[in-house]
Each structure stands twice: as C-alpha cells, then as structure tokens.
C-alpha cells in the first residue's frame, strides 16, 4: 500500500512538473517575442539593416519554441487525460503559443520593412513608429505576468489598455496621410511606416487575444463586453 502512495506521489509530482514546464516554454517563448519587437523597432531607429535581418533570421527560434509546446501539450493530453483546470491550463497553453508566435511574426515583418525604409530619406513620422512599439512591449510585458502569476486584474488591465493602442495608431494614421499629402515625395516611405503601425496594432489584437485566454483560464467563463475596434475611416 506504501509503494502505492508512493507512486501516486510521485505521478501527480511529475505532472505538475509538466505544466510548469509548459507554462516556462510559454513564457519563454513571450520573452523572445518581446525582444525580438525592441530590436526590431531599433533597427529602424538606428538605421541599421543588419540588426533588422537577424532579428528575421531569429524568427525560426520562435517557431521551434511554439512546436516544442506543440509537443509538450500532445504528451500531456495523451498521458494525463486532465480534466478541469488542468485540461483548461493545456488547451490555453497552446492557444497562447499560437498567439505569441504571431506576435513575433509580426515583429519580424517590421525588421523586413526596416531594410526598405533604411535605404530611403528619413521622414519625421518615423517617431510614431517607436512609441507605439513601446506600448507594445508593456503590454506584453503585462499579460505575460499575468500569464505566469495568474492575476487576472493585470490581464483584464492589460486588456483594456488595447484601446490606447488603437488611438496611437489612429494617430499616427492621420498624420501619415497629412504629410504624404503636404510632400508626395515621402509617399513610398510613409506607405511602409503605415504598414508598420498596422502591424504594431495588430501585436496589441493578439496580446489581448492573450489576456482573454487568461481570463478564461482562471474564471472558466470569456471576457464579456468586448470593446468595439475604433474605425479608422470616423
């Protein structure tokens, strides 16, 4: 009977183990996607191309993270059959990587874009490239705390903070088109700063994509009164 408890004992160790180890393999992978939007926005900050074609280049890390959960989820669904908060903790897990991977996705296209724009004339709406990516970088921050704390207050802050991000880029929107307007000259570049903002906002969709798994891990129910998406053409 000894032997049996002991047994069991270590089991239920090693499977909580397992998550935990999910949930470092999440976290791990949402720390790389952070870095990997700071120094993408500082290669078009600093002008430098190389920095922007290795933070491309490191965007395969990424997605060999996101298949190491891939697999770490299958083993512990066939293995462990969970239920409940278990089975809720695993399928969240999963969908979290997917979020992240695109995050860093994302990221990776800035850099590509940040090759382009660094052979052309330096424009002065390029600031609102940054500053929109530090915003960025605090939400993720933020809901990845949330993530490994399990604080659903930070998660549902963190989610309310996407508005924020839709007035930058709304922002930085109108002030594109202004110049490109005033200057016809800058059209080319201020045509990919557009689609890097676009896809700053986009990183800003998938983080509260992220706080809403959160929110669902913890209380079992989703996010209700979803804020609506401010339209850019009002």
């Not at 933070?55 to 697999?71: F, G, N, P, T």
Request: glycine share 2%; charged share 25%; aromatic share 4%.
């Amino acid at each position: 009977m000894m032997h049996n408890m002991e047994h069991t004992a270590h089991t239920v160790k090693s499977y909580d183990e397992e998550l935990a180890l999910l949930v470092n393999t999440i976290a791990h992978m949402g720390s790389l996607a952070e870095t990997q939007l700071a120094s993408a926005v500082q290669a078009v900050v600093w002008r430098d191309s190389d920095l922007a074609n290795h933070v491309v280049a490191s965007d395969s890390r990424i997605d060999e993270l996101e298949q190491e959960v891939h697999k770490q989820v299958m083993r512990l669904l066939a293995l462990r059959q969970p239920v409940a908060i278990d089975l809720r903790n695993i399928v969240i897990g999963l969908k979290i990587s997917s979020d992240l991977e695109r995050i860093a996705d994302y990221a990776a296209n800035l850099a590509k874009r940040a090759v382009v724009l660094n052979q052309l004339p330096t424009v002065k709406p390029v600031a609102g490239v940054p500053r929109m990516a530090r915003l960025a970088q605090e939400l993720i921050q933020d809901v990845l705390i949330a993530y490994v704390e399990r604080d659903e207050n930070k998660a549902v802050t963190t989610w309310k903070r996407d508005e924020e991000m839709d007035e930058m880029y709304i922002s930085l929107f109108r002030e594109l088109v202004t110049y490109m307007m005033e200057d016809p000259r800058t059209i080319t570049a201020c045509t990919h700063l557009m689609f890097m903002a676009k896809n700053i906002e986009r990183i800003g969709d998938h983080v509260t994509n992220i706080a809403e798994s959160i929110h669902f891990l913890i209380e079992g129910t989703l996010l209700r009164c979803r804020r609506p998406k401010r339209d850019i053409s009002a």
